[in-house]
């Protein structure tokens, strides 16, 4: 999806969040700008550690001490025109946005479910809580035809069903389930798949794209799995200690990577799209993100770092329509 055509649902402006702990102050995210636009899939990438969930969270504000989000503008668009400015809104507001409007899914799905109520009393009851039924009898009854919509196997049998009588593959549909239950307009998938083996993560995104595309939803994805982000991604960031360093639509990201973070990260797993014969880890640690490094934060891993930068943070800068990276090399050459 080209820049320019895009109608954004979400926008995020110089997002800075910290985390107040005994031993110092976190900066998790250092200075994050970005947009999804509507029906897109939108993919974070990048290492443990690097700002994916705090990113992915702070876009409705579930941000708790010690963490706070110190500066930054985030706009929601539940409609084209239509804005919606996520820093002004009240607790009561921001509940409702969150599972109405922008959903999450995250990547535990036994975390994620109450284990002492069935499926479809948990189904029935998040309908109930936003109003899409009247009672929760109504929303039981309302919560087979959503564990249908998400593939459930035997779905009448499966709305009686405690979590642990659910495989994980099943625990994670009824919390799509769930999380489709409002007919939310944003969905964002946390590592969705992680805790599932390989065949279950393809049948779960699978799931995920069908029903993106029956519902009109718009989808971040976030995921360390590169083979994920190049099937079922559209546009791209990569993240590295706090701060997007590349953005680029998906085949242009495997293509024509530029930020030398990006090109380790491809370097260093298989994927289908890289011909890449050798594997390479990439040299040093995350840093600390309480003193994290001056300038850019890369920089001590980083084979092409040179003077400038471990004295200033290098910005995103656009190199070819829609293709933006963070690095001095690229100034350079
Ligand atoms: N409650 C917290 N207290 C202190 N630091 C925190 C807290 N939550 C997150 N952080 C820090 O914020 C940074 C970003 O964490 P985040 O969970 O966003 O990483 P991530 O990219 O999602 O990693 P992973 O791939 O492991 O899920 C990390 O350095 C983490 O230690
Ligand atoms: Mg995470």
């Given at each position: 999806m080209a820049p320019a055509e895009c109608d954004p649902i979400i926008e995020v402006e110089n997002l800075k969040v910290y985390f107040y702990t005994y031993a110092g102050i976190?900066?998790?995210?250092?200075d994050v700008s970005f947009r999804i636009c509507r029906g897109e899939t939108y993919c974070l990438v990048g290492?443990?550690?690097?700002?994916k969930s705090v990113t992915s969270r702070a876009l409705t504000r579930l941000i708790y001490p010690p963490g706070r989000i110190v500066e930054g503008k985030i706009y929601y668009y539940p409609e084209p025109g239509r804005r919606v400015d996520i820093m002004s809104l009240d607790e009561k507001e921001l509940r409702r946005i969150r599972g109405e409007e922008i959903a999450y899914i995250f990547q535990d799905p036994s975390a994620a479910l109450d284990p002492l109520y069935t499926i479809g009393y948990q189904v029935g009851e998040t309908m109930l809580a936003h109003g899409r039924v009247r009672s929760l009898r109504e929303g039981v009854r309302r919560a087979v035809g959503v564990l249908k919509t998400v593939l459930m196997p035997d779905p009448e049998k499966r709305v009686k069903s405690y979590p642990h009588e659910l495989s994980g593959g099943m625990k994670q549909r009824g919390v799509i389930g769930i999380s489709l239950s409002n007919r939310p307009k944003l969905l964002i998938a946390d590592e969705?798949?992680?805790?599932?083996d390989v065949t279950i993560q393809a049948q779960i995104m699978d799931l995920l794209t069908q029903l993106k595309r029956e519902h009109g939803l718009t989808l971040l994805l976030i995921t360390h799995n590169l083979g994920l982000v190049a099937e079922y991604c559209d546009r791209v960031a990569v993240m590295y200690a706090g701060n997007i360093v590349e953005e680029a639509p998906v085949d242009e990201l495997f293509s024509n990577p530029l930020h030398p973070y990006t090109r380790a990260l491809i370097r260093a797993v298989p994927n289908p799209l890289a011909k890449i014969e050798n594997l390479e880890h990439i040299p040093g640690t995350v840093p600390n993100l309480i003193t994290p490094p001056p300038g850019c934060r890369f920089h001590p891993r980083?084979?092409?770092?040179?003077?400038r930068c471990s004295r200033e943070k290098p910005l995103l800068k656009e190199y070819s329509p829609g293709h933006k990276a963070a690095c001095w090399a690229l100034e350079k050459s």
């Open positions: 976190v900066k998790a995210i250092e290492e443990t550690g690097c700002g969705p798949t992680t805790a599932l980083c084979p092409l770092a040179f003077d």
